[in-house]
């Protein structure tokens, strides 16, 4: 059983790493060409930018691949006659923080580059060694309080539940559907700081939108997103009474009204076709299908191992190898995703000029260097948004409004 899935992961590496040299092969071709709604300058920085970070992505891979295998061969063994605790509740936190501790730390030299070096050569992060310190310290507060108390509730459950995996799923996704309403409202303000949004005559066009789309939101808000990095974005988080409207800075700097309301209109679109709660739907499928597959793993892979079959071992082989499970299904995934996409697109089309939204997605493309192009095989596994000349040849076909 080890050895099937050692082979797998192998396999989901390697795919990994050749759909990168394949991005990587492709860019580098094309940036050389006549550019594609940018500068020729602009194109070319785009396109290094992206392969920039394939390099980075191949390295990320094998660091991925040396890290299943150190837990496998010695780590989960190891670790595991280290921590004699009676309490199984509380040996599985230990066991887990440790675990992930670990992981942060095999990750934590990529991380470093890309937010320090990469992204601001580029000119995208802002990030300062006390703002990443102050981030760092408040994640980890924050797993250490609310993360354990998930451990401890899954472990409680493998624990006492033969068919655990099914209570498992019901509990995770529970939380899952909490972190999302109040993220909004109670995550994201420990790190970014909400303000209601100061540009009256905006916010005025902005309620007569919601308004118009049948929306209702807790406020509108902007927060200061360039303190870290200079990308554009803007969201609505939440569900239910706790949903807000949430403006990038840079954003609202950088786009007109008619466009910043064009791409709130493509926001709407999700939410007039209902995308959100089919996004749960999706997850809610894709996560129980995870909790079967691991909670009828066989009681051979453990020893083979050289692990008692566990909660902590049982939920750390789930972390560990649920990315080559959710690998091969984000082409689904993605596929649907791309759909919705479209969909809310020809809506934003509906309720603002599609040539405000064709403009604000080309300065988008401008002010977050994203090379238009990409390779198929990269498209088929990673876009969750239809490649950028498609949607925008999408949009020149439709009525405008």
Do not use: C
Request: charged share 20%.
């Amino acid at each position: 059983m080890l050895e099937a899935i050692s082979i797998i992961y192998f396999i989901y590496v390697v795919l990994k790493i050749y759909t990168s040299v394949m991005q990587i092969g492709f860019v580098s071709k094309e940036k050389n060409k006549s550019a594609v709604l940018l500068t020729q300058k602009e194109y070319i920085e785009a396109g290094n930018y992206a392969i920039s970070k394939e390099r980075l992505s191949i390295i990320d891979s094998i660091i991925d691949y040396g890290v299943f295998l150190f837990w496998i061969i010695f780590g989960f063994s190891y670790l595991n006659s280290q921590i004699v605790v009676e309490n199984q509740t509380l040996k599985a936190i230990l066991f887990l923080d440790i675990f992930f501790f670990i992981n942060y730390l095999f990750s934590l030299p990529m991380e470093l580059y890309k937010g320090f070096v990469l992204d601001k050569k580029y000119g995208f992060s802002n990030l300062t060694p006390k703002i990443y310190l102050t981030d760092f310290i408040k994640s980890a507060s924050m797993f250490l309080i609310f993360g354990n108390l998930v451990i401890a509730g899954i472990a409680y459950i493998i624990d006492s539940f033969a068919n655990w995996w099914i209570y498992g799923f019901l509990f995770i996704f529970f939380i899952i559907i909490v972190v999302n309403a109040i993220y909004p409202t109670l995550i994201a303000p420990m790190f970014n700081k909400f303000k209601p949004l100061e540009d009256d005559v905006l916010k005025q066009k902005i309620e007569a939108l919601l308004t118009t789309t049948g929306f209702s939101s807790s406020g509108i808000f902007s927060i200061d997103a360039s303190k870290r990095d200079n990308r554009l974005n803007a969201y609505f988080g939440g569900l239910g009474k706790t949903k807000r409207v949430v403006l990038f800075d840079t954003l609202i700097s950088k786009l007109t009204h008619d466009e910043l309301l064009a791409v709130l209109g493509h926001e709407l679109g999700h939410f007039k076709n209902m995308d959100i709660f089919k996004n749960i739907a999706i997850m809610g499928i894709m996560l129980f299908l995870f909790f079967f597959i691991f909670g009828n793993l066989p009681i051979e892979l453990f020893i083979e191992v050289g692990v008692p079959q566990s909660s902590e071992i049982s939920i750390a082989l789930f972390l560990l190898l649920s990315s080559p499970l959710g690998f091969l299904l984000l082409p689904i995934i993605n596929y649907i995703s791309r759909k919705n996409e479209f969909e809310a697109d020809k809506f934003a089309s509906t309720i603002k000029s599609k040539n405000s939204l064709i403009t604000a997605l080309k300065k988008l493309v401008n002010e977050n260097k994203s090379f238009p192009k990409s390779h198929q095989m990269y498209i088929f596994f990673y876009y969750s948004h239809p490649p950028l000349l498609e949607r925008l040849d999408h949009l020149e076909k439709l009525h405008d409004n």
